[in-house]
C-alpha cells in the first residue's frame, strides 16, 4: 500500500472526532461554498460536495438547510482559508488550515500556541513543500472492482485506490478534484464523502516524551474554532 494508505490508517479515528466540532467546521464549510457558487447543490460541485460530507457525519438535513440560508443572506460574513506553518518542539512541521472571518485573532491565537508549547511560527512556504496537497473521495464499494476502478481513474489522476470497512478510497493529486468528481457522478457512483488532505513526503520517528510535547501543541491548535485541520511531519502509530 502507498503513503495515503498509511496516512489515512494513522488518521482514523482523529478527524472530525468530535461531533460538534465537525458541525462548525462544516458549517463553515457551507458558508464558503454558497458564497463562491450559490445555494443551489445542482449547480454548485462544492455545495455538493460539502453536503456529502455532512451526511457522512450524520448532520441533521434540517442543519444543513439552515446553514445555506444562512450563507445565503447577504449579513452573513464570509470566511477566509488562511494556511499557517511552522514548528513544533523537536523539528516537526506543522500545517494549520483556518477559516477565519477575523485573521487578526485567529493570527494572534495560533502564535500564542506556538509560543507557549516551545514551538515556532514560521512564514509563509517555510513547510508547506514537506507536504503533498491531495484530494479523496470515500465511495460506496457495492458491485466495484477495486483493481479495476483504479486502473480506469488514472486517466483522471487517481494515483492510490483502496478499500476499508466503509468504502473504497481513491486519493489523488489537489488539481485533480473537479475531473474525479465529474466523473464519480456521471458514472452514478455513490459519493460518501469528499475532501483535501496534505499528506507529509517525509516523517521524524520521536520518543514517548518527544511525542507528548508535539502531541501538546496540536490540541492547543485543534480546539480553537477558527482552525479546520492540523497537519504534522511526526510519525505516527498505524497499528489497529
Not at 478527524?15 to 463553515?28: D, L, P, V
Not at 512556504?125 to 507536504?131: A, R
Not at 459519493?191 to 513526503?201: A, D, K, Q, V, W
Request: overall charge negative; glycine content about 8%.
Amino acid at each position: 500500500m502507498g503513503r495515503a494508505f498509511e496516512f489515512r490508517k494513522a488518521r482514523k479515528m482523529k478527524r472530525w472526532a468530535a461531533m460538534s466540532k465537525a458541525f462548525t467546521r462544516i458549517g463553515k464549510d457551507i458558508v464558503m461554498a454558497v458564497k463562491e457558487g450559490g445555494p443551489d447543490p445542482d449547480s454548485n460541485a462544492r455545495l455538493r460536495a460539502v453536503i456529502q460530507n455532512a451526511k457522512s457525519v450524520n448532520m441533521p438535513k434540517d442543519n444543513i438547510e439552515r446553514a445555506i440560508k444562512r450563507a445565503s443572506d447577504k449579513n452573513q460574513g464570509d470566511y477566509k482559508e488562511v494556511l499557517f506553518e511552522g514548528y513544533a518542539p523537536h523539528g516537526i512541521a506543522i500545517l494549520v488550515e483556518t477559516a477565519t472571518d477575523n485573521n487578526t485573532r485567529t493570527v494572534a491565537n495560533i502564535r500564542s500556541y506556538f509560543n507557549k508549547c516551545n514551538g515556532n511560527l514560521g512564514t509563509s512556504g517555510s513547510v508547506e513543500f514537506m507536504f503533498d496537497h491531495t484530494c479523496n473521495f470515500r465511495i460506496k464499494g457495492e458491485g466495484l472492482d477495486t483493481e479495476e476502478l483504479e486502473l480506469e481513474f488514472i486517466d483522471f489522476g487517481a494515483e492510490e485506490v483502496f478499500e476499508d470497512e466503509d468504502g473504497i478510497l481513491i486519493y489523488a493529486p489537489f488539481e485533480s478534484f473537479g475531473a474525479i468528481q465529474k466523473e464519480l457522478e456521471d458514472r452514478g457512483i455513490e459519493i460518501l464523502s469528499s475532501g483535501f488532505e496534505r499528506i507529509p513526503t517525509t516523517t521524524k520517528s520521536l520518543s514517548p516524551e518527544e511525542q507528548a510535547d508535539v502531541e501538546k501543541l496540536i490540541e492547543k491548535i485543534e480546539e480553537d474554532d477558527d482552525v479546520q485541520n492540523v497537519y504534522h511531519t511526526m510519525e505516527e502509530n498505524t497499528e489497529d
